[in-house]
């Protein structure tokens, strides 16, 4: 058995940079990775999609040249140039990731299956390692629901279809949400035929309903069909590929496309980790109970990243390092709900969004102040020629704090941004009214809508 002061399990957005903190201040660590360097993120998350986006974006906009005065000839698609492209971009980041750890002084990289094998131990292979300090990072993947049929067809999950390398003549999405919206634009932009099937009444339900009716529109204006309220669904061969039964009662019964991508959810990587042996607390769908300084039941272990259910995203991952990275080093009194939620929608044009929605906001009893700007009065955008989508802000009237905002519209993911600074900030929505912004930009309409806000009705 080898003694380190610290185990670290899984090379996800939290792993490494805590191995980095923890061996600069002369710890010895342990870190297993079980399958690739950047986990989620990296090699099947935010990078390859981001980059795929961006193919899409070209391709849109080159068919769309002659809007500009921009005479373009057919615009054809190249898969493989466009996989290569994507492909690259995660391997820079793999490699340099994996070289890094290597090359990490005080830190043994191991290469395998981690599991607990007791509360300070832990097996990879062969090998034991036992350490004071266990810190698990092992994120999630895509949730297969057990829909009927779901064995008797080949489908896709956020994984495989990046493996694609043709466009499908007829990709039906299940899941009308965050992932599922970003792959049904990218491959409709590709040249695919593509069904969004969502059970629930509307797209993408935890945004507020106009956000969400806005979102459709611009996605069903693409020639993406949407089909909600699909309450029973179901996979079936068929001589066009896959049946996706839709609907028991209103509409056509079902969908036929070429190929199916499922994306319904994602579910933590918790299920083969030895926790019973170590004796970890997990919650009915498995995911790591942690309190809000990410420790665990077991005192020595901490889970960071999707695995704790704290967050679904890599910045709220590598901000769970640097909660655990204070407090353990700096003596910080950091927590996780001094976080304030934030994330974007990258379908194009983007969602940026931050703090609560009207409707959580409502849900609070408190009196509202609501800012709304359609993209089609924002000068940047009418410039760019992209005037799909709407701002939105929410704000606590008595104590006249922002508690939200969306910004659905050309450069809304950094727009954004402004609203974040002020929230984390604490000050009052005036302090950004009165700011002096940049023109021409989508942000200098924000001080606007601020200027123009109306008791919720
Ligand atoms: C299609 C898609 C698009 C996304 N886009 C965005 C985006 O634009 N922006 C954003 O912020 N987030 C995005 N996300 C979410 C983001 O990828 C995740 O939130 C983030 O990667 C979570 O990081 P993590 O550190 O928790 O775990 P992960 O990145 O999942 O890493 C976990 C690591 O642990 C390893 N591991 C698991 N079990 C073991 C074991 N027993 N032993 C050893 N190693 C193990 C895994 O191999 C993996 O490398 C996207 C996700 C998907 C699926």
Request: glycine share 12%; aromatic share 4%; hydrophobic share 40%.
């Amino acid at each position: 058995m080898t003694r380190v002061d610290a185990i670290i399990i899984g090379a996800g957005q939290a792993g490494p940079p805590l191995a980095g903190r923890l061996t600069a201040t002369g710890m010895t660590v342990m870190l297993a990775e079980r399958h690739l360097f950047g986990g989620t993120c990296v090699n099947t998350g935010c990078m390859p999609t981001k980059a795929l986006v961006a193919s899409a974006y070209a391709a849109h906009l080159a068919r769309r040249g002659a809007d500009f005065g921009v005479i373009t000839g057919p615009v054809r698609v190249d898969m493989p140039r466009v996989h290569e492209r994507a492909h690259a971009v995660t391997l820079k980041a793999r490699s340099g990731l994996e070289k890094g750890l290597s090359r990490m002084h005080g830190c043994t990289v191991v290469r395998g299956h981690a599991r607990f094998d007791g509360p300070d131990r832990v097996r990879v292979g062969d090998e034991v390692f036992t350490a004071p300090r266990i810190f698990i990072n092992v994120g999630g993947r895509a949730r297969v629901p057990d829909l009927p049929g779901v064995h008797d067809v080949p489908f896709l999950t956020n994984t495989s279809i990046l493996a694609l390398d043709r466009v499908p003549a007829h990709l039906v999405v299940v899941g009308g949400s965050y992932i599922g919206l970003e792959f049904a634009q990218m491959f409709r932009r590709f040249g695919a035929d593509v069904t969004v099937v969502e059970k629930g009444p509307r797209l993408i339900a935890r945004e507020d309903e106009e956000v969400s009716h806005a979102i459709a529109e611009i996605l069903t204006a693409e020639g993406i069909a949407v089909r909600t309220n699909a309450t029973c669904i179901s996979l079936a061969p068929d001589d066009q590929g896959v049946r996706v039964g839709v609907d028991c009662t209103d509409g056509a019964p079902s969908v036929s496309g070429s190929d199916v991508l499922l994306a319904v959810g994602r579910q933590p990587n918790t299920g083969d980790l030895g926790l019973d042996r170590a004796g970890v607390a997990v919650d009915d769908h498995g995911y790591i109970t942690v309190d809000d300084t990410l420790a665990t039941n077991v005192p020595g272990i901490w889970a960071l990243g999707d695995c704790n259910r704290r967050g679904a995203f890599t910045h709220t991952s590598y901000n769970d390092f640097e909660i655990v990275a204070a407090n353990m080093i700096d003596g910080a009194e950091r927590r996780v709900s001094d976080r304030i939620s934030a994330y974007a929608l990258y379908i194009d044009p983007p969602l940026g969004r931050v703090g609560m929605t009207e409707d959580q906001a409502r849900a609070t009893g408190r009196q509202l102040l609501i800012g709304r700007r359609p993209m089609s009065k924002v000068g940047r955008a009418i410039e760019k020629g992209e005037t799909q989508g709407l701002m939105k802000i929410v704000v606590d009237a008595e104590s006249r704090k922002i508690l939200g905002a969306a910004i659905l519209g050309t450069g809304g993911d950094e727009a954004i941004h402004g609203v974040l600074d002020m929230m984390n900030a604490g000050v009052t929505y005036d302090v950004l009214q009165h700011a002096v912004p940049i023109h021409p930009t989508v942000s200098e309409l924000i001080p606007t809508m601020l200027g123009d806000l109306r008791p919720a009705e």
